[in-house]
């Protein structure tokens, strides 16, 4: 029964504060994760790369010593791809010092075109899709700083989660041995009750048995010694019985948690 407490309480202990864990682990880095998605968005829908070439007038790179700095950069990171109604590429704008070379820009496109999305992830790569007239224009953006950011902090923040857990989970098995503690001394303390009372209440029915038989021996066989002699026997019956299943109860286990944990 102890054992049994114990156990309880240690998963209900850890299940609430792993659930705790869970949703807070969790919607930190679901938020992350959509607050990259949504800035990811918002700079597809407002970045111009057409107006952003014009902006750097011609000069290598996008824009330096522009007022407009955020876009430069964000405008260093766009591409996009013009497709045919048939998936053929027509045009491929890319920056001038993109990573990103017209044939993978090509590929891309294609890839993004068979998915029939109109916005999502290729790669590390944020699409929007949108169709003008017979074309189709497909504008990406490089999200892989971001996306590299969020998988180490998530990575990071479910090896702390992991590690906090363990150590929750010793602090929790240590201190359930001290509050279950006074469960466990008050059931040894009625255990030992119905012991002593047991072999209290034996030695006065060990008496009365014995004075039976003398007076049995004396008297001979009649029916208020014999009814004495049976109702002794019941009552002796009923103390072992009671001693033993509480013995028996308590024995198997909990000398075993007495044996290995000495703080109980």
């Not at 150590?167 to 030992?192: H, M, N, W």
Request: proline fraction near 2%; charge should be neutral.
């Amino acid at each position: 029964m102890i054992q049994k407490l114990r156990i309880r309480f240690v998963i209900l202990a850890m299940s609430t504060l792993l659930t705790v864990l869970l949703v807070l682990v969790g919607g930190i880095n679901v938020a992350n994760y959509t607050g990259i998605v949504s800035e990811a968005d918002r700079i597809l829908s407002s970045t111009n790369l057409g107006r952003m070439e014009k902006n750097t007038g011609g000069k290598t790179g996008i824009g330096f010593g522009d007022p407009l700095s955020q876009d430069r950069h964000n405008a260093s990171r766009f591409f996009s791809v013009t497709l045919s109604s048939d998936g053929t590429v027509l045009e491929a704008q890319i920056p001038t010092f993109s990573l990103v070379d017209q044939e993978e820009a090509a590929a891309l496109g294609a890839k993004v075109f068979a998915l029939n999305a109109d916005s999502g992830f290729q790669s590390i790569y944020r699409y929007s899709r949108k169709s003008v007239g017979d074309t189709i224009s497909i504008r990406f953006l490089d999200c892989g700083r971001e996306l590299g950011s969020f998988q180490r902090f998530l990575v990071t923040s479910l090896i702390l989660s992991a590690l906090g857990i363990l150590i929750l989970f010793g602090i929790v098995v240590y201190f359930s041995g001290k509050i279950v503690r006074p469960f466990a001394e008050s059931y040894e303390k009625q255990k030992q009750f119905i012991t002593d009372a047991g072999h209290e209440i034996k030695t006065p029915l060990t008496i009365i048995q014995a004075d039976a038989d003398v007076l049995e021996m004396e008297l001979g066989e009649n029916e208020w010694l014999a009814d004495i002699q049976n109702n002794v026997r019941r009552l002796t019956d009923l103390t072992n019985d009671l001693v033993s299943l509480a013995w028996r109860r308590a024995e198997p286990r909990w000398s075993w948690w007495k044996s290995h944990c000495p703080m109980w």
